[in-house]
């Protein structure tokens, strides 16, 4: 598997990208999984990663949607949505620092969430377009 850089990643605002059927999801968490890894699927999918976790035959982003060789996260052209995760990290919040993950683009729908690399599903959670949904993952104290 790659490995991955997060150099520059952090606590700090996140710019959330939502309107019409795209919406955001912020997952509180405890201080615990500071820099643990969250990672996201449509409920009821089947993930699709390659063995090297990376490369899988074809493009993303704006020009492949507009070809239809590809697809941009979880709305695009893919019969298996690829394997998205975010960090946990603290942020400021208006009563202190807390931690959570930010997931700043979804398509509307329901997900299963896991701890990476292969915890099972902890938390499922509807997400709507135009919206940012708060969910607490199940060990946060509340």
Avoid: C, K, N
């Avoid at 606590?11 to 059927?21: A, F, P, R, S």
């Avoid at 955001?24 to 089947?46: F, H, K, Q, R």
């Amino acid at each position: 598997m790659g490995t991955e850089d997060h150099a520059g990643v952090g606590e700090g605002t996140v710019l959330l990208d939502i309107g019409g059927d795209i919406g955001a999801l912020v997952v509180s968490t405890s201080a615990a999984l500071d820099g643990a890894e969250i990672e996201i699927v449509p409920t009821g999918a089947t993930p699709h990663a390659d063995p090297d976790g990376w490369s899988h035959g074809h493009a993303h982003g704006p020009a492949a949607d507009a070809a239809g060789t590809g697809g941009a996260g979880f709305g695009g052209r893919h019969h298996r949505p690829h394997l998205l995760h975010v960090g946990v990290h603290q942020r400021p919040g208006a009563s202190g620092p807390r931690w959570a993950a930010v997931f700043p683009e979804l398509h509307a729908g329901t997900y299963d969430l896991r701890l990476r690399p292969d915890g099972p599903v902890r938390l499922s959670v509807p997400v709507t377009g135009g919206e940012v949904t708060e969910a607490v993952w199940p060990d946060h104290p509340r």
